[in-house]
């Protein structure tokens, strides 16, 4: 179903980090950049569609004009907003966003010190306002309902009206809060974990699927909290999921050195899901630590893993 | 990243030192009671009381230069001799074997039976000893207090930091390499077979479940590997069965121990030059663990009758270490002279200077 294409080679090799890959196209310049994280380092490529242009750039995370040590980075991610993009990079002293091709800080915001933890990793979730310009970023809410760190986020712009819920938050124990954004967010659902830190979720039409430390992938109705399918779906610890939001193809990838393509079918009248396994690819002696499609349909994806200095593409036969 | 780290590093790097000075000791015949008091020095004071209180302080982990100090100081708190050469191959060694079991572990939590299983061994070669076994009771203690109440999730941090620390380290270990779990260019195998770890099921299942909880259909798909259930899960008490054997000890079957940088791949040329080997010309890196490493009080015979061991058995490598043992000289001149240095300045290491004497003593004699 895919086959593998040319590596893109890295400065560094990836760190073992949840989700580390970041993948942002750029259709109107025929480009791709992409993400991976080197403990206090992120490498960003940018890569010309035709294959023959690379240009690198690494981030430090550090306050700006302050010449003190760098802190290693948890993630760096993406994230499109309806006027612009930007990268977020998160890190032990604080979270920075960059213009999306990482030319420019934008914005800072610094964490408490370790010694009186108040920032991600005691649960809270940092809500920012970003005007479609500039870099008069504000720190607008901070959502507390987790308990435990966060792992990972995912959100859903959709003009439907079935979908009424825009994102959903993770943590270590595996509870996802599913919440609702306007002038001030709120909170729909909390789903209950088992104990085992969900290191990677999305959302999608609705419905949250989430990937556990046990290589389960379970999908559940983001409102409601009902569990639709369970997938025994790795033999080690899931370290990124993705969805391909048009065609609905599911990325999986773990541990255990492979990367899984689903299928995911939703029937609103019968209020079910469809799960389908479509494909394997093994990355050799790898473990795997991010997998991202690069394209809204699926058509071809990438991976990062562990003391890899290479991004391995993988493209639709 | 994780704060509790560090008391895991040690303890594991630790274990695996003792192994292997344990095998070379014997490889190289030296007497019965020599042996024992280097590993009882050598042990005494990695589990030295106030050394614990330190090393199990909630911190960041220290740097590959600075915990490579605390180990040469702990490879020298006893009459045993190292050269440099050798204090190289020994931590190349000890540190591709944990960061070999650290990824290797099926799950996170596992790298505390990973521990166990170092301390198990430790707890046996200081079995007649019974002054440092209580030394050692105790850190089982406090590593059953701070660890086991943690989560799957903080383990998966402490096992991801630790990954950064071995990040790009691709040395390979002719033990690994005859038995086939390291390929040549100096990365582990990892196998998409065997037992899943403890709390997983093995791949295959697609469970659907109606709105009301019954399951509506289930199905299967292939998981391209060969996978079985789990094993029972090992023991996190002072006593029991660890099941893994990640840990034990690989080189009680007396088999040469070799190590080579890897000059084929070239990833590893390039990352692998990042040497943990401190710089002689360089003040050695000081932290408060190697300053109370270097501070302890070891009983030492009348007769400094040293014990000089080296770490590479081959023939055809002696001419080697005879090349480094004049470059070495002046190295550990400078060395020597450092730990003068820190003498005069209130640490509290007593014989610092003799120390010196017995190294440059111990060049001559190659």
């Given at each position: 179903?895919?086959?593998k294409?040319k590596?893109?080679?890295?400065?560094?090799?990836?760190s073992?980090?949840?989700?580390?890959l970041?993948?942002l196209?750029?259709?109107?310049?025929r480009?791709?950049?992409?993400?991976?994280?080197?403990?206090?380092?992120?490498?960003?490529i940018?890569?010309?569609?035709?294959?023959?242009n690379?240009?690198?750039?690494?981030?430090?995370?550090k306050?700006?004009?302050?010449?003190?040590?760098?802190s290693?980075?948890?993630q760096?991610?993406?994230?499109?907003?309806?006027?612009?993009?930007?990268?977020v990079?998160?890190?032990?002293?604080?979270?920075?966003?960059?213009?999306?091709?990482?030319?420019?800080?934008?914005?800072?915001?610094?964490?408490?010190t370790?010694?009186?933890p108040?920032?991600?990793s005691?649960?809270?979730?940092l809500v920012?306002d970003?005007?479609?310009k500039?870099?008069?970023?504000?720190l607008?809410?901070?959502?507390?309902?987790?308990?435990?760190s966060?792992?990972?986020m995912?959100?859903e712009?959709?003009?439907?009206?079935?979908?009424?819920a825009?994102?959903?938050?993770?943590?270590d124990?595996?509870?996802?809060?599913?919440?609702?954004?306007?002038?001030?967010?709120?909170l729909?659902?909390?789903i209950?974990?088992?104990?085992?830190?969900?290191?990677?979720?999305?959302?999608?039409?609705?419905?949250?699927?989430?990937?556990?430390?046990?290589?389960?992938?379970?999908l559940?109705?983001?409102?409601?909290?009902?569990?639709?399918?369970?997938?025994n779906?790795?033999?080690?610890?899931?370290?990124?999921?993705?969805?391909?939001?048009?065609?609905?193809?599911?990325?999986?990838?773990?541990?255990?050195?492979?990367?899984?393509?689903?299928?995911?079918?939703?029937?609103?009248?019968?209020?079910?899901?469809?799960?389908?396994h479509l494909?394997?690819?093994?990355?050799?002696?790898?473990?795997?630590?991010?997998?991202k499609f690069?394209?809204?349909?699926?058509?071809?994806?990438?991976?990062?893993?562990y003391?890899?200095?290479?991004?391995?593409?993988?493209v639709?036969? | 990243?994780?704060?509790?780290?560090?008391?895991?590093?040690?303890?594991?790097?630790g274990?695996?030192?003792?192994?292997?000075?344990?095998?070379?000791l014997?490889?190289q015949?030296?007497?019965?009671?020599?042996?024992?008091?280097?590993?009882?020095d050598?042990?005494?004071?990695?589990?030295?009381k106030?050394?614990?209180e330190?090393?199990?302080?909630?911190?960041?982990l220290?740097?590959?230069k600075?915990?490579?100090?605390?180990?040469d100081r702990?490879?020298?708190?006893?009459?045993?001799?190292l050269?440099?050469?050798?204090?190289?191959?020994?931590?190349?060694?000890m540190?591709?074997?944990?960061?070999?079991?650290v990824?290797?572990c099926?799950?996170?939590?596992?790298?505390l039976?990973?521990?166990?299983?170092?301390?198990?061994?430790?707890?046996d070669f200081?079995k007649?000893?019974?002054?440092?076994?209580?030394?050692v009771?105790?850190?089982y203690?406090?590593?059953?207090?701070?660890?086991?109440p943690?989560?799957?999730?903080?383990?998966?941090?402490?096992?991801q930091?630790?990954?950064?620390?071995?990040?790009?380290?691709?040395?390979?270990?002719?033990i690994?390499l005859?038995?086939?779990?390291?390929?040549?260019?100096g990365?582990?195998?990892?196998?998409?077979?065997?037992?899943?770890?403890?709390?997983?099921?093995?791949?295959?299942?697609?469970?659907?479940?109606s709105?009301?909880?019954?399951?509506?259909?289930?199905?299967?798909?292939?998981?391209?590997?060969?996978?079985n259930?789990?094993?029972r899960?090992?023991?996190?008490?002072?006593?029991?069965?660890?099941?893994?054997k990640?840990?034990?000890?690989?080189?009680?079957?007396?088999?040469?121990?070799?190590?080579?940088?890897?000059?084929?791949s070239?990833?590893?040329?390039?990352?692998?030059?990042?040497s943990?080997?401190?710089?002689?010309?360089?003040?050695?890196?000081?932290?408060?663990?190697?300053?109370?490493?270097?501070?302890?009080?070891?009983?030492?015979?009348?007769?400094?009758?040293?014990?000089?061991?080296?770490?590479?058995?081959?023939?055809?490598?002696y001419?080697?270490?005879?090349?480094?043992?004049t470059?070495?000289?002046?190295?550990?001149a400078?060395?020597?002279?450092i730990?003068?240095?820190?003498?005069?300045?209130?640490?509290?290491?007593?014989g610092?200077?003799?120390?010196?004497?017995?190294?440059?003593?111990m060049?001559?004699?190659?």
């Amino acid at each position: 179903m895919y086959h593998k294409e040319k590596s893109i080679q890295i400065k560094n090799s990836a760190s073992a980090l949840y989700n580390n890959l970041g993948v942002l196209r750029i259709a109107p310049r025929r480009l791709t950049y992409f993400t991976v994280v080197h403990a206090n380092v992120v490498n960003m490529i940018s890569a010309s569609w035709d294959g023959l242009n690379y240009s690198h750039r690494q981030l430090q995370s550090k306050e700006p004009n302050v010449a003190t040590s760098t802190s290693l980075i948890m993630q760096a991610a993406f994230c499109a907003l309806p006027s612009r993009d930007l990268l977020v990079v998160t890190s032990q002293k604080g979270i920075q966003m960059y213009e999306s091709d990482g030319s420019i800080m934008v914005y800072w915001h610094a964490l408490d010190t370790p010694e009186t933890p108040t920032g991600v990793s005691s649960g809270a979730i940092l809500v920012f306002d970003v005007p479609s310009k500039g870099s008069n970023i504000t720190l607008s809410e901070v959502l507390e309902e987790h308990k435990e760190s966060i792992t990972d986020m995912a959100s859903e712009c959709s003009g439907s009206q079935e979908c009424i819920a825009n994102l959903v938050t993770a943590d270590d124990e595996g509870n996802l809060c599913v919440w609702k954004s306007g002038e001030e967010f709120q909170l729909l659902n909390k789903i209950p974990g088992f104990d085992m830190s969900c290191s990677s979720v999305k959302l999608w039409k609705g419905t949250v699927v989430a990937g556990y430390g046990t290589g389960q992938i379970r999908l559940y109705e983001a409102v409601t909290g009902i569990l639709h399918a369970e997938v025994n779906a790795h033999a080690r610890w899931i370290y990124s999921l993705d969805i391909a939001p048009f065609s609905g193809l599911l990325l999986s990838a773990a541990e255990d050195s492979l990367v899984r393509v689903w299928h995911l079918t939703m029937t609103p009248e019968t209020n079910s899901v469809e799960v389908a396994h479509l494909h394997n690819e093994c990355v050799t002696d790898t473990q795997i630590c991010g997998a991202k499609f690069c394209d809204g349909d699926g058509y071809a994806f990438a991976v990062t893993g562990y003391d890899l200095s290479e991004i391995i593409r993988y493209v639709q036969s | 990243m994780s704060s509790r780290t560090l008391p895991l590093l040690f303890i594991n790097l630790g274990g695996e030192m003792l192994y292997i000075l344990d095998q070379r000791l014997r490889a190289q015949n030296i007497p019965a009671d020599k042996a024992k008091k280097v590993m009882n020095d050598i042990i005494t004071t990695m589990f030295n009381k106030k050394f614990l209180e330190e090393l199990f302080k909630p911190q960041e982990l220290y740097s590959k230069k600075a915990l490579r100090t605390v180990f040469d100081r702990l490879a020298h708190a006893s009459i045993m001799r190292l050269n440099q050469a050798s204090m190289d191959k020994l931590y190349d060694l000890m540190t591709m074997a944990f960061k070999y079991q650290v990824l290797l572990c099926p799950r996170p939590k596992d790298i505390l039976l990973v521990s166990f299983n170092h301390m198990d061994a430790i707890k046996d070669f200081v079995k007649d000893t019974p002054s440092i076994l209580s030394q050692v009771d105790e850190t089982y203690r406090q590593l059953i207090e701070m660890y086991t109440p943690l989560s799957s999730g903080e383990f998966q941090l402490i096992r991801q930091t630790l990954l950064i620390f071995f990040q790009d380290m691709h040395i390979r270990v002719s033990i690994f390499l005859k038995d086939k779990v390291q390929n040549s260019n100096g990365r582990f195998v990892l196998p998409t077979s065997g037992s899943v770890p403890h709390g997983t099921q093995v791949p295959g299942l697609i469970r659907i479940f109606s709105c009301t909880g019954e399951e509506l259909t289930r199905q299967q798909f292939n998981n391209g590997g060969n996978y079985n259930a789990a094993l029972r899960e090992g023991s996190f008490e002072i006593f029991g069965d660890r099941v893994t054997k990640l840990g034990t000890n690989m080189y009680s079957v007396s088999r040469p121990v070799e190590t080579h940088m890897s000059g084929t791949s070239k990833n590893s040329a390039q990352h692998t030059k990042v040497s943990a080997a401190p710089n002689p010309l360089a003040k050695e890196e000081l932290n408060l663990l190697a300053r109370l490493m270097g501070g302890l009080e070891v009983e030492k015979p009348g007769n400094t009758d040293s014990v000089s061991l080296h770490v590479i058995p081959d023939e055809l490598s002696y001419g080697v270490i005879n090349i480094q043992a004049t470059k070495d000289q002046q190295a550990n001149a400078e060395l020597a002279k450092i730990m003068g240095e820190f003498t005069e300045s209130g640490d509290q290491s007593p014989g610092a200077s003799s120390k010196g004497d017995d190294l440059l003593a111990m060049m001559d004699g190659l």
